[in-house]
């Protein structure tokens, strides 16, 4: 019992515990179930103890007289004591059910119905009183409380315990951490965030208040013990910090570039005639600030983690990544730094973020920090000039430039890369297959333009194929599958002529059951206007999806629906132009 009641002190996404006394699939089971067992329940149940009683509900949302009813249903249990609904010795929980949500409505019975003694209710109401809307001093980033709190026990954050924010912001991590007990510092390399005096977040105020800051935070929800302090510094200078500063956890969102964008400080090369002759007179100086890559700022993190981190300590980030393309392989890895968990949180379709929890175990020599190999010997010197190489450059060094992809008769170059794989860069393609996905047909058919790009106009002029791009395509290839496979004519007018060919095809003497076959075939042939007008003119809007540089191939799909509408007014736009 210990144990559950430590368990749900911390879980932010247990709603409560209870012990089951008793599980069924209906009512009537579940009652008889109970009457078999009162003789087991009574010491709850005696004139001593006030009690109470809960009904919830998973999968579907039920009204108060129906609660009412159930309430009273379970009378037969002969409870002696008094109701108390403020703070009752016992309180009987009667949970239903509903089975997973389809999208469809719920059934009208539950699937399973439990019944049992609440033991303690989790932190949900302890999480709402960190609501954004209410706290003082917030940012355009300030992290969901439910996150928060889930960032600190991942993080494992106990009373006593050293915890930082290198990218701090508006402090919204932290507060988690001081409510577990923790010591809290904060460093971030923006002033005016750190001190509330950036523009106001909240859409109904014109200007902060001058009070707004991460201690007001922390005042408000009784913590201000655990507050230590926050510095205007730049943490990618690990040097801010003493050599033997350690901390029991590292809790950050660092700032990647799509909300707020990464910063470092770092000092640029001034002409002479711009500085001071004397430098004494110059009384303050605002230090200047360049881009700070996601790369640099990830090995950053994981090199000042494994050196501050004490042993056992834990570091928590998030990470961004494209939902596709995920591969926990490719999280970054530390030799004294172990992953621990990794959660995957999806933002929208194509993007989400990773939670990462890593665990010191691993006091680092300063060969065993992270480093990314880069070359930059293929670089011109400031003055144009080119470098001498000090080292021959290997084949995998090679910048080499994009292939460029023209439209012309098949010409492929096959580049060997690292691995002893190979790329298919193609020069020039005239054809590819391409797939009419209402359909389920896919022909290889001949390109005949390139009539868009979202990115560049350059490269619909110089009829450029690349990913995304928006071709013509010969239609004959699925005119001909269409009039094969449904025995109708396709975008012909009235009138036309037919070959003795297509006269085979159309007015062949069938079987029933083949007659039978094609008019089920033909319930679905309907093609949609836009798409019929095209066949008229025997093209096709079409976009690639494979990438010409990397595989020598022009594949794609034919244009339906709302993206085909998209797209001709789209074209018609540039044409009106």
Same mark, same amino acid.
């Given at each position: ?41 009574e010491p709850y149940f005696d004139r001593e103890q006030s009690f109470k009683f809960l009904v ?12 009412? +009813? ?25 949970i239903e059910d509903y089975g997973k949500l389809s999208g469809l409505p719920p059934p009208e ?6 019944? !049992? $003694?609440?033991?303690?209710? @989790? ?57 577990? !007990? =923790? ?12 001190? =509330? ?17 991460? $201690? ?79 790369n640099d700022l990830v090995l950053d993190l994981l090199n000042f983690a494994a050196t501050c ?43 989400? $973020? ?24 293929? +670089?011109?010197?400031?003055?144009? !000039? ?6 021959? +450059?290997?084949?995998?060094?090679? @910048? ?7 439209? @012309? ?10 691995? @002893? ?30 009539? #868009? ?24 290839? &699925? ?6 496979? #449904? ?18 095809? &159309? ?8 007659? +039978? ?43 339906? !629906? ?16």
């Amino acid at each position: 019992m210990d144990d559950v009641l430590k368990l749900l002190s911390r879980s932010i996404l247990l709603r409560y515990g209870c012990i089951l006394w008793s599980q069924a699939s209906t009512y009537s089971e579940l009652y008889k179930d109970l009457s078999s067992k009162i003789h087991l329940l009574e010491p709850y149940f005696d004139r001593e103890q006030s009690f109470k009683f809960l009904v919830d509900s998973f999968g579907k949302k039920v009204s108060g007289e129906y609660k009412q +009813k159930r309430m009273e249903e379970l009378s037969f249990l002969n409870i002696q004591g008094k109701v108390d609904l403020t703070n009752p010795d016992n309180q009987f929980m009667l949970i239903e059910d509903y089975g997973k949500l389809s999208g469809l409505p719920p059934p009208e019975n539950p699937v399973q119905i439990f019944f !049992g $003694r609440l033991i303690k209710f @989790g932190m949900n109401k302890v999480v709402s009183r960190y609501n954004l809307k209410d706290r003082i001093f917030i940012g355009n980033t300030s992290m969901d409380p439910i996150l928060s709190f889930l960032m600190a026990n991942i993080g494992e954050v106990q009373s006593g315990d050293l915890v930082l924010d290198p990218y701090v912001g508006s402090g919204s991590i932290l507060l988690p951490a001081a409510h577990f !007990g =923790g010591y809290c510092v904060g460093v971030e390399i923006d002033y005016n965030v750190l001190h =509330g005096k950036s523009k106001p977040s909240r859409c109904t105020a014109s200007a902060r208040h001058p009070d707004e800051c991460i $201690r007001a935070n922390f005042k408000q929800y009784g913590l201000e013990a655990k507050y230590v302090d926050v510095l205007v510094a730049d943490s990618s200078k690990s040097s801010i910090w003493t050599s033997h500063a350690r901390f029991d956890c590292i809790l950050t969102d660092p700032p990647y570039g799509i909300r707020e964008k990464g910063a470092k400080v770092k000092r640029k090369q001034l002409p002479d005639f711009w500085l001071l002759k004397d430098r004494s007179t110059e009384t303050v100086h605002y230090p200047s600030k360049a881009k700070y890559c996601l790369n640099d700022l990830v090995l950053d993190l994981l090199n000042f983690a494994a050196t501050c981190l004490t042993e056992g300590g834990h570091l928590v980030y998030w990470l961004p990544v494209c939902k596709n393309q995920f591969d926990e392989a490719q999280i970054p890895k530390h030799p004294c730094l172990k992953i621990v968990s990794t959660s995957l949180q999806l933002l929208t379709k194509t993007y989400g $973020r990773v939670l990462i929890s890593m665990s010191d175990y691993i006091e680092p020599e300063t060969s065993e920090w992270v480093r990314i190999s880069r070359d930059h010997w293929h +670089k011109r010197r400031k003055t144009g !000039g080119k470098r001498k190489p000090l080292h021959k +450059k290997r084949k995998y060094e090679l @910048g080499r430039p994009p292939a460029m992809t023209k439209l @012309g008769s098949k010409r492929i170059h096959i580049v060997r890369v690292r691995g @002893g794989n190979r790329k298919y860069r193609a020069l020039r393609l005239e054809t590819g297959n391409y797939s009419w996905g209402s359909e389920g047909c896919t022909r290889k058919t001949r390109i005949i333009d390139v009539v #868009y790009n979202a990115s560049n106009n350059e490269l619909v002029r110089t009829k450029t194929l690349v990913k995304s791009a928006i071709v013509v395509i010969d239609a004959t290839p &699925f005119r001909q599958w269409y009039e094969n496979h #449904y025995a109708l004519p396709i975008g012909r007018k009235k009138g036309a002529k037919l070959t003795e060919q297509e006269e085979a095809i &159309f007015n062949a003497t069938r079987s029933k059951a083949a007659e +039978k076959k094609l008019a089920k075939r033909r319930i679905t042939a309907k093609v949609e206007p836009a798409l019929e007008e095209q066949f008229q003119s025997g093209r096709l809007l079409a976009c690639i999806t494979s990438r010409p540089g990397q595989v020598g191939r022009a594949d794609g799909y034919v244009l339906e !629906g709302k993206e085909l509408e998209f797209y001709l007014r789209k074209i018609k736009a540039k044409k009106s132009k």
